[in-house]
């Protein structure tokens, strides 16, 4: 499995834009990259899945370069209530795979 | 769709009890994952269902863990001879692949299950 990598932590203001850079350097053909979102005593949430170039949906964007070697996901104009830890996931879903977290990056958002 | 749901919602237990949880998945929902959680860390993997089949467990469950889906549906964890480094998160999640070749599906989860062992 690809072993991802993202930093620990990261400060943000109300209203800015936040971008969490995961690197996964052995990606496989068939990974794909997926973010989730958890708050404080929740299970994790889905945000964002994509395998390349640029994803966006209506909570967040998913940018791929060419090599996949790494990700950025992009939080728009952020509140008080973003303030959660995201994990970056790579990982296909053929036979035995699946869904392993890492540490995850800790946003959190002051006004 | 009222979701994943997970019960008991807190488990407070003597060192060397049993504890059994459990796990209602999203209706239709062919896949079932079981992790762990401790504090500041990320859901550590504990299992996998594929409809009833158990297809993948992790190395770091030692033989005091059980898990069964008996009919595709609900499932349960069971901790045998619980230990003071039980005390975790547990958290469930399910998911449906529309079909086999569909990689990474959305995964549901659901609030968890805090054990305590004292």
């Known amino acids: 499995l690809a072993k991802t990598t993202q930093p620990i932590s990261m400060d943000s203001y109300e209203g800015q834009e936040v971008n969490i850079t995961c690197s996964h350097n052995?990606?496989?053909?068939?990974?794909?990259i997926t973010w989730y979102q958890q708050f404080p005593s929740q299970g994790p949430r889905f945000i964002i899945q994509?395998?390349?170039t640029k994803v966006t949906n209506e909570v967040a964007s998913l940018f791929i370069p060419a090599d996949r070697k790494s990700s950025t996901l992009s939080l728009p104009r952020v509140s008080l209530s973003d303030t959660a830890v995201y994990y970056c996931?790579?990982?296909?879903?053929?036979?035995?795979?699946?869904?392993?977290f890492g540490k995850g990056t800790t946003l959190s958002v002051s006004s | 769709d009222t979701g994943v749901s997970q019960d008991p919602r807190h488990k407070i237990t003597k060192r060397g009890q049993n504890v059994t949880f459990r796990c209602d998945p999203i209706?239709?929902?062919?896949?079932l994952y079981w992790y762990r959680q401790t504090l500041g860390q990320g859901p550590e993997f504990l299992t996998y269902?594929?409809?009833?089949?158990?297809?993948?467990k992790s190395r770091l469950l030692s033989d005091r863990f059980s898990a069964e889906r008996p009919k595709g549906s609900f499932s349960t964890l069971e901790i045998q001879r619980t230990e003071q480094g039980d005390s975790a998160m547990y958290l469930c999640?399910?998911?449906?692949?529309?079909?086999?070749?569909?990689?990474?599906?959305?995964?549901?989860f659901g609030q968890g299950t805090r054990l305590t062992v004292v």
């Open positions: 994509g395998y390349k």
């Open positions: 999640a399910s998911s449906y692949p529309r079909d086999r070749k569909q990689v990474n599906t959305e995964a549901f």
């Open positions: 209706s239709e929902h062919n896949r």
């Open positions: 996931l790579v990982g296909g879903d053929q036979a035995g795979t699946a869904l392993i």
């Open positions: 052995n990606i496989a053909t068939n990974d794909y």
């Open positions: 269902f594929q409809n009833e089949a158990q297809l993948e």
